[in-house]
């Protein structure tokens, strides 16, 4: 008898496992954005208003894509004191409570910042009555949302651009250089937990204002003002990712702070077309990867969900589409090369998330490139274009080139070049390709200062 219940027992744990083993597929590729950053070890996350929460498509893909949110403005100082002493946090608390719904982490924008700034904060002429005025507004900011912000962008825009030189604000004027310092002691005072970030644009590489950011920073850890992170905007032009990028990041890292990247958009003359969103994709895909390289670098943050809400346009006039979905919630080719570069894998080829068209019906392509000839001062190639799982009606392969290479020769491609960046159309017959087949075009790369490394190549189809 017990050897009969013990061989039925077995039989059952055997049919258990089998069942298991049907129900639960292999382990897939992370298909969002969050997903894919989270098993990298890294938080992808997004600015979000509260004025567009109501918006079905804009919460949804929110929800969906990102683990951490930013308030666009809700946090600013107009918004959150707009008059001395009297303190509004209604628009800030519904985006934090929402994104701790979510269990996305909070990054806190901004404490101490020139603009945006309302005006009786503006004509304060007394040093200690400035000092006093921001110590309080950060002790009662920062000190409701302790425990529930993760980052705080302490001091946002200190430095001018070109010479790096300190910005002319009310701050500095009134309190003087060690404003930023009492900005950092009052923050961390009044939240012992957060990271306390300095947060800046055009500090993505290695220039003057860069250089004034980082011999802070430097003299603050020296010192033992506390300061956690500093924060790269990432407000970018088309085919503009700097070269020393990771480099830059990775000089901050190793003065003993992380290194986030807050802001990140980059922008084009519009109207959109293929050639452009390819650029846009590789760029993105440098940015992200210029993160992962460097270990300290574990936060990525796009300005805004979706071009439709972008602060580009009012700011630029003639430029927009900086984002990773465009106005309709469909997925750009750039959110399909950031997704790639974080070692995830979109479910649906990169196709409409948000109800609406992605015109066309055409599938998605993968490209290789071969190295097929090399000499000291050049080398031939060949790039091969394959389509998915549905036919697509044409292709677009960007390649950007290393300093010094150009493209001598090219065949079975149309070539158009802009700077270091080549954008390569079919001729004609080798435009449309069917579910799985392939077509490959060659070149020739020359390369006068001996640099042969590889340029980097995307593709996409319309």
């Not at 993968?366 to 009606?393: D, H, L």
Request: negative net charge; hydrophobic residues 40%.
């Amino acid at each position: 008898m017990r050897r009969a219940l013990t061989a039925v027992l077995g039989a059952v744990s055997l049919l258990l496992a089998m069942l298991v083993a049907v129900a639960l597929p292999a382990s897939a590729a992370p298909s969002t954005l969050g997903e894919a950053a989270a098993a990298k070890g890294r938080v992808f996350g997004t600015a979000a208003a509260q004025g567009h929460m109501g918006e079905s498509a804009y919460a949804t893909t929110l929800d969906r894509e990102f683990n951490q949110l930013t308030p666009e403005n809700e946090m600013k100082w107009d918004t959150t004191e707009p008059s001395r002493d009297s303190f509004n946090f209604s628009a800030a608390d519904q985006l934090v409570s929402h994104a701790q719904a979510q269990g996305m982490a909070i990054r806190g924008h901004t404490l101490v910042w020139h603009s945006q700034l309302p005006g009786w904060v503006s004509n304060i002429s007394s040093r200690d009555d400035l000092l006093s005025v921001m110590r309080n507004h950060i002790a009662k900011e920062a000190g409701h949302f302790a425990g529930k912000v993760d980052y705080w962008d302490v001091v946002n825009e200190a430095y001018q651009d070109g010479s790096g030189a300190r910005r002319d604000s009310v701050f500095q004027r009134v309190i003087g250089d060690s404003y930023i310092e009492e900005a950092f002691r009052a923050a961390r005072q009044a939240d012992p937990n957060a990271k306390l970030c300095y947060n800046d644009y055009n500090i993505d590489g290695q220039n003057a204002k860069s250089n004034a950011v980082y011999n802070m920073v430097q003299d603050f850890k020296a010192r033992g003002v506390p300061i956690d992170c500093v924060g790269l905007q990432a407000h970018l032009t088309l085919g503009n990712v700097p070269s020393d990028m990771q480099a830059n990041m990775q000089r901050f890292a190793a003065l003993g702070v992380d290194v986030h990247i807050t802001e990140l958009d980059i922008r084009m003359n519009t109207p959109a077309d293929s050639s452009k969103l390819a650029t846009q994709a590789n760029d993105y895909k440098k940015v992200v990867s210029a993160c992962l390289a460097v270990s300290r670098c574990n936060v990525i943050t796009v300005w805004g969900i979706t071009d439709k809400y972008s602060w580009v346009p009012d700011t630029f006039p003639g430029e927009g589409a900086a984002l990773l979905f465009d106005d309709n919630y469909n997925k750009k080719p750039a959110y399909d090369a950031v997704l790639t570069a974080l070692g995830g894998s979109s479910d649906d080829g990169g196709g409409d998330d948000g109800g609406g068209d992605n015109g066309g019906g055409d599938g998605t392509v993968t490209c290789a490139y071969t190295r097929t000839a090399q000499w000291n001062n050049g080398f031939n190639g060949q790039v091969t274009i394959t389509a998915g799982s549905a036919s697509v009606s044409s292709w677009t392969v960007v390649m950007t080139m290393n300093s010094g290479q150009s493209i001598a020769a090219l065949w079975n491609g149309t070539p158009s070049t802009s700077g270091n960046v080549v954008t390569v159309k079919p001729v004609g017959w080798n435009s449309t390709l069917a579910a799985g087949k392939s077509a490959s075009f060659g070149f020739t790369a020359s390369a006068p200062s001996g640099n042969v490394s590889n340029p980097s190549i995307t593709c996409s189809a319309p």
